[in-house]
């Protein structure tokens, strides 16, 4: 048991330096890249929000 909870220290703190380090490289596009992939999950929720609808009144006109 002191083992795993070792091994869980050790791999949170190996996971809390390896989140710094990331968070210390700023893209210099950061504002254009940020609009351009909400706009782009935008677009992925639209297209599978219109196919489960799509779907749903299939299977209750058809199903049903």
Do not use: D
């Not at 070792?6 to 490289?25: D, E, F, M, N, P």
């Not at 609009?35 to 209750?60: D, E, F």
């Amino acid at each position: 048991m002191k083992i795993a909870m070792i091994l869980v220290v050790i791999v949170g703190v190996a996971s809390l330096l390896g989140t710094i380090l990331a968070a210390r490289t700023v893209e210099t596009n950061y504002g254009k890249s940020i609009k351009r992939n909400i706009k782009n999950l935008t677009m992925i929720y639209v297209v599978v929000i219109v196919g489960l609808l799509a779907g749903l009144l299939w299977y209750a006109f058809v199903a049903l």
